[in-house]
Antibody, heavy 126, light 107 residues
């Protein structure tokens, strides 16, 4: 079964660092780009960025560039999303999602996400 | 950034109804639109990609259409399990952006 399994819920204080994970199984991890999507409480979906696990080529939304770091370790089929200094406004659910198409460049894809992780809740509060 | 505006924001419908959700892009995006369904506490699920291609395993009562700036998701013969929030997403240009969502509720 193709699946993405995310790390568990986190409760952090402002200023702390955090790295959450997304582990793939059931398919060739390097072959498919992995994206991260934020959903703030009661709100819609926001695309944060995307990484190619094959070569770690990464593209960020300007809204998140410099605020988070996306990385991947293909040896353990895992993608990561990390913060160096959390803020209360980072409180949200974070999803990883697999790009449906096998492409070298994301601009050649449909941009559709066919497999999603279960989500990781991040709560930042003093 | 390309803005995606969905309408309506919410609607009430009955089992068996035909429901249409509209998504308008702030510029022409060819057919680079995808549609997702999200139920409370769950991850989104891909329904339609490239404006009108049905994702594998998705019931045929879901269909998508449109090109350029105007797109629709239609659910024919609404079923109890279809009550959820639906999002469109453009993938024409990064940053890829989503509509604000349309909540389909039971009348």
């Amino acid at each position: 079964e193709v699946q993405l399994v995310q790390s568990g819920a986190e409760v952090k204080k402002p200023g702390e660092s955090l790295k959450i994970s997304c582990t793939a199984s059931g398919y060739s991890f390097p072959t498919y780009w992995i994206a991260w999507v934020r959903q703030m409480p009661g709100k819609g979906l926001e695309w944060m960025g995307i990484i190619s696990p094959a070569d770690s080529d990464t593209k960020y939304s300007p809204s998140f560039q410099g605020q988070v770091t996306i990385s991947a370790d293909k040896s353990i089929s895992t993608a990561y999303l990390q913060w160096s200094g959390l803020q209360a406004s980072d409180t949200a659910m974070y999803y990883c999602a697999r790009l449906r198409d096998v492409v070298v460049v994301v601009s050649a894809s449909s941009g559709a996400f066919d497999v999603w992780g279960q989500g990781t809740t991040v709560t930042v509060s003093s | 950034d390309i803005q995606m505006t969905q309408s309506p924001s919410s609607l009430s419908a009955s089992v068996g109804d035909r429901v249409t959700i509209t998504c308008r892009a702030s510029q022409s995006i060819s057919r680079y639109v995808n549609w997702y369904q999200q139920k409370p506490g769950k991850a989104p699920k891909l329904l339609v990609y490239a404006a009108s291609s049905l994702q594998s395993g998705v019931p045929s009562r879901f269909s998508g259409s449109g090109s350029g700036t105007d797109f629709t998701l239609t659910i024919s013969n609404l079923q109890p399990e279809d009550f959820a929030t639906y999002y469109c997403q453009q993938s024409f240009n990064t940053p890829w952006t989503f509509g604000q969502g349309t909540k389909v509720e039971i009348k």
